[in-house]
């Protein structure tokens, strides 16, 4: 029977199970010890790739942010003898003194250090996983082929006690020690295979056992690289960061510079909402009564100014009842409510506090 041949059948016969007094060899620890790893490769394959995620999506943004800073300001314009005249003869850049090499750097430096740190050492992991499947696999071939070669020797076993126990015929006696002595001679040469293989199998068995565990071993280490890949993307972020350190004052702009822009006066003509008073407002007594006559909709403002005196709106909307005839109609409460606010001078403010304009980030 051929090498690859005898495994096929090995392996049908044990998936089938038709001989039940036959027990298969044992590679229990083994099989126990890889699906565990397996399970843990699944997680660390998950880690590399979000890792190459996060760097392809950190390159992207830092490409986005050096784009943006390069791109101007917008200018404001003055009425001219020939139409709109800008205030500024060279627009001013949104970045201007922001160190964009630097975010480059950081990004480049992002992609070296996670490749080297980080996923080379994982990677180092899988390929010693890898080498443990194939050894797992020929460990499995070398059982199946232990266990035909068991069932060979078995059979031959029966088979020369069958006929060291048979009392043939006075004419049959020579014919029937031939048979036997070649079946005593077949026996042990399939023990010799048998022992042989047996030997292979416990050695592999050993060398796979070895492997595994030291794989097992190394994934403690998992943690540690989670840990150093979030310190490198923060180490990314702080370099970025450390690229606004030689910005310089954008004069004219609301910005970190100290003379603010000057025209924004013609922005206070902007209506800014204001809130109107909200149920919770009214009085117990003023609620009840509202729902039992049916008309009075809104009721006069209690001291804790309702929703509108929690949030420091600049006015309050007093609801007020317009008659006709003998019935009452409840007024649009939000009539007035957006009135131009003479704080609305600035749609987005500086970040407060201003601390890296001063300060380098150590990193």
Same mark, same amino acid.
């Given at each position: 029977?051929?090498? @690859?041949?005898?495994?096929?059948?090995?392996?049908?016969?044990?998936?089938?199970?038709?001989?039940?007094?036959?027990?298969?060899?044992?590679?229990?620890?083994?099989?126990?010890?890889? +699906?565990?790893?397996?399970?843990?490769?699944?997680?660390?394959?998950?880690?590399?790739?979000?890792?190459?995620?996060?760097?392809?999506?950190?390159?992207?943004?830092?490409?986005?942010?050096?784009?943006?800073?390069?791109?101007?300001?917008?200018?404001?314009?003055?009425?001219?003898?020939? !139409?709109?005249?800008?205030?500024?003869?060279?627009?001013?850049?949104?970045?201007?003194?922001?160190?964009?090499?630097?975010?480059?750097?950081?990004?480049?430096?992002?992609?070296?250090?996670?490749?080297?740190?980080?996923?080379?050492?994982?990677?180092?992991?899988?390929?010693?996983?890898?080498?443990?499947?194939?050894?797992?696999?020929?460990?499995?071939?070398?059982?199946?082929?232990?266990?035909?070669?068991?069932?060979?020797? $078995?059979?031959?076993?029966?088979?020369?006690?069958?006929?060291?126990?048979? %009392?043939? @015929?006075?004419?049959?006696?020579?014919?029937?020690?031939?048979? /036997?002595?070649?079946?005593?001679?077949?026996?042990?040469?399939?023990?010799?295979?048998?022992?042989?293989?047996?030997? @292979?199998?416990?050695? /592999?068995?050993?060398?796979?056992?070895?492997?595994?565990?030291?794989?097992?071993?190394?994934? !403690?280490?998992?943690?540690?690289?989670?840990?150093?890949?979030?310190?490198?993307?923060?180490?990314?972020?702080? +370099?970025?960061?450390?690229?606004?350190?030689t910005a310089t004052p954008l004069l004219d702009y609301n910005s970190t510079s100290d003379n603010l822009f000057t025209h924004m006066q013609m922005m206070d003509n902007v209506p800014v909402r204001v809130g109107a008073p909200s149920e919770r407002?009214? %009085?117990?007594?003023?609620?009840?009564?509202?729902?039992?006559?049916?008309?009075?909709?809104?009721?006069?403002?209690?001291?804790?100014? !309702?929703? @509108?005196? %929690?949030?420091?709106?600049?006015?309050?909307?007093?609801?007020?009842?317009?008659?006709?005839? $003998?019935?009452?109609?409840?007024?649009?409460?939000?009539?007035?409510?957006? %009135?131009?606010?003479?704080?609305?001078?600035?749609?987005?403010?500086?970040?407060?506090?201003?601390?890296?304009?001063?300060?380098?980030?150590?990193?």
């Amino acid at each position: 029977m051929g090498h @690859a041949w005898r495994v096929v059948m090995e392996n049908v016969r044990q998936k089938v199970g038709a001989d039940r007094t036959f027990k298969a060899t044992s590679n229990a620890r083994n099989e126990a010890m890889f +699906k565990e790893a397996t399970e843990f490769c699944t997680h660390l394959r998950v880690l590399e790739r979000d890792l190459r995620s996060m760097h392809k999506e950190i390159d992207a943004k830092f490409v986005n942010l050096r784009n943006i800073l390069s791109s101007p300001l917008p200018r404001a314009f003055e009425e001219g003898r020939d !139409g709109a005249v800008p205030c500024t003869e060279e627009p001013k850049l949104i970045g201007q003194g922001v160190g964009l090499e630097v975010l480059q750097q950081a990004a480049n430096d992002l992609k070296i250090r996670l490749d080297e740190d980080v996923i080379k050492p994982l990677r180092s992991w899988l390929i010693a996983y890898r080498s443990v499947c194939d050894r797992m696999e020929k460990l499995e071939a070398l059982r199946l082929e232990l266990d035909s070669r068991r069932r060979t020797v $078995d059979s031959l076993t029966e088979k020369v006690d069958r006929l060291d126990k048979m %009392q043939p @015929a006075p004419q049959q006696k020579d014919k029937h020690e031939q048979e /036997l002595e070649k079946m005593t001679q077949l026996l042990h040469h399939k023990r010799s295979k048998l022992t042989r293989t047996m030997h @292979a199998y416990r050695e /592999l068995e050993q060398t796979v056992f070895n492997s595994l565990n030291t794989l097992i071993k190394d994934t !403690g280490v998992l943690r540690d690289y989670t840990g150093l890949s979030l310190q490198i993307l923060q180490e990314c972020y702080q +370099k970025g960061y450390a690229a606004f350190s030689t910005a310089t004052p954008l004069l004219d702009y609301n910005s970190t510079s100290d003379n603010l822009f000057t025209h924004m006066q013609m922005m206070d003509n902007v209506p800014v909402r204001v809130g109107a008073p909200s149920e919770r407002s009214r %009085q117990p007594s003023d609620r009840l009564g509202a729902r039992k006559d049916g008309l009075g909709l809104y009721a006069p403002l209690s001291d804790d100014g !309702g929703d @509108a005196g %929690q949030y420091g709106n600049d006015q309050q909307i007093q609801p007020q009842m317009s008659g006709y005839g $003998d019935m009452q109609q409840a007024v649009n409460p939000y009539h007035g409510a957006y %009135q131009p606010s003479p704080n609305a001078t600035r749609y987005m403010t500086s970040p407060s506090p201003a601390a890296w304009q001063n300060q380098v980030v150590q990193y």
